[in-house]
């Protein structure tokens, strides 16, 4: 059954740090992989999806994530953290052809000032 | 712009009472989805839809039922809530294999 892993629960960084959140997928077949994010008290909001083709994908807010077959990861990064992004950050890999998705359990990020 | 609404950001109901929550889409996309949020646990699909009057049962089904009269329309139903449901639950919708779009969540509170 397909899976994913977020391994960090709570990353704290400082502003202005780089930021990586790790992800890693469990999926037969080349995944649809998406990163989503969500503020307090709000619904998710997609950040970038990989779907095929070129394995370094760039979202919104200066996020980028790369796909990684033989680590079966699916890592977020931002070079340059501002405050505005303290959030809660899901990865998700489709679940197949019912159309839902399978949820990591999120990682939550505090920004230091 | 893609919009996904819910009926109520917040929500407080007793025990025992049938507690709707509605959930409206405005892209025409046929597949429809509820997920519950809880810490430490993160989304879990309850239930999802692809088509009109079509259903099917997610992860974690027990204790709800859905309705899917009209394409734009998806509505979760506890039927005698309990204090357990007490959740956050999000409404997403789909087109095909696209990325999903959530709404902004119900947070409701069982007492």
């Known amino acids: 059954a397909q899976s994913v892993t977020q391994p960090d629960i709570h990353i704290t960084v400082s502003e202005g740090a780089s930021l990586e959140l790790r992800c890693n997928y469990s999926?037969?077949?080349?995944?649809?992989l998406f990163w989503y994010v969500q503020s307090p008290g709000q619904g998710l909001q997609l950040l970038l999806k990989?779907?095929?083709?070129?394995?370094l994908v760039q979202g919104i807010k200066g996020f980028e994530a790369e796909f990684k077959r033989s680590q079966s990861s699916f890592n977020l990064r931002k070079p340059s953290v501002h405050w505005s992004d303290a959030a809660e950050y899901f990865c998700?890999?489709?679940?197949?052809?019912?159309?839902?998705?399978?949820f990591g359990k999120g990682t939550k990020l505090s920004v230091k000032p | 712009d893609v919009k996904v609404t819910q009926s109520s950001r917040y929500l407080v109901k007793r025990t025992g009472e049938k507690v709707f929550l509605e959930c409206v889409q405005d892209?025409?996309?046929?597949?429809m989805f509820w997920y519950r949020q809880d810490p430490g646990l993160g989304l879990r699909l309850i239930y999802f839809?692809?088509?009109?009057?079509?259903?099917e049962k997610g992860d974690i089904p027990e204790g709800y039922s859905v309705s899917r009269e009209k394409k734009e329309r998806f509505s979760l139903i506890l039927e005698s809530a309990s204090t357990n449901q007490t959740s956050m639950y999000l409404c997403?919708?789909?087109?095909?294999?696209?990325?999903?779009?959530f709404g902004p969540g119900t947070r409701l509170t069982v007492t």
């Open positions: 997403a919708s789909r087109y095909r294999d696209y990325e999903q779009y």
């Open positions: 999926y037969g077949a080349t995944p649809y």
């Open positions: 990989y779907f095929s083709g070129d394995t």
């Open positions: 998700a890999v489709d679940g197949g052809s019912q159309g839902n998705l399978i």
């Open positions: 892209m025409d996309h046929e597949n």
């Open positions: 839809s692809y088509d009109v009057k079509m259903k």
